[in-house]
T-cell receptor, first 110, second 114 residues
């Protein structure tokens, strides 16, 4: 089955700086890569996703890049704000089952 | 915007008791899921359900677990004899027909086994 590795497990940045979270996956058949943000005690919420026919996608301060050859994808958050503080999960899927990474706890220091 | 709804939000039960967690997926969705998240850990896949049967299940989903769609709207997860290690947040989720559509999560049920 699919295995998704996510790094780092914790990340602290100053407000206004950028944050980068990286994931690798094992199953070359995976072709869908969403990112979820989870605030304390709440459900994971989709923030951005990318499909394998695209190398990069951007939505305001958030961008995701995908390298299918190397089987890794990354989340980039620019101009971080305190409200970006949360746990971020990457995931990979080739059909109807998502496999999640272990999560990155992002802390944005005002 | 339609949402996946879960009840109850918090369930406390004694070890060995049976619990049923309930979910109402988004009405035109066809794939349903249960995920589990132990406090501070990642979201783990339990089971997927399509066309009134289990399509995939993980190693976590052993004989103590079962799922059911008793009517046209509800989707339930039953744990027959709860163990302390079953304490976790359980999320229901659903997807429409299109492969690799975003997964819509419910707000979760926090299960505490004492």
């Amino acid at each position: 089955g699919e295995n998704v590795e996510q790094h780092p497990s914790t990340l602290s940045v100053q407000e206004g700086d950028s944050a980068v979270i990286k994931c690798t996956y094992s199953d070359s058949a995976s072709n869908y890569f969403p990112w979820y943000k989870q605030e304390l005690g709440k459900r994971p919420q989709l923030i951005i996703d990318i499909r394998s026919n695209v190398g990069e996608k951007k939505d305001q301060r958030i961008a995701v890049t995908l390298n299918k050859t190397a089987k890794h994808f990354s989340l980039h958050i620019t101009e971080t704000q305190p409200e970006d503080s949360a746990v971020y999960f990457c995931a990979a899927s080739w059909s109807y089952q998502l496999t999640f990474g272990k999560g990155t706890k992002l802390s944005v220091i005002p | 915007e339609p949402e996946v709804t879960q009840t109850p939000s918090h369930q406390v039960t004694q070890m060995g008791q049976e619990v049923i967690l309930r979910c109402v997926p988004i009405s035109n969705h066809l794939y349903f899921y249960w995920y589990r998240q132990i406090l501070g850990q990642k979201v783990e896949f339990l089971v997927s359900f399509y066309n009134n049967e289990i399509s995939e299940k993980s190693e976590i989903f052993d004989d103590q677990f079962s799922v059911e769609r008793p009517d046209g709207s509800n989707f339930t997860l039953k744990i027959r004899s709860t163990k302390l290690e079953d304490s976790a947040m359980y999320f229901c989720a659903s997807i429409g027909l299109v492969v690799n559509s975003p997964l819509h999560f419910g707000n979760g049920t926090r299960l505490t086994v004492t």
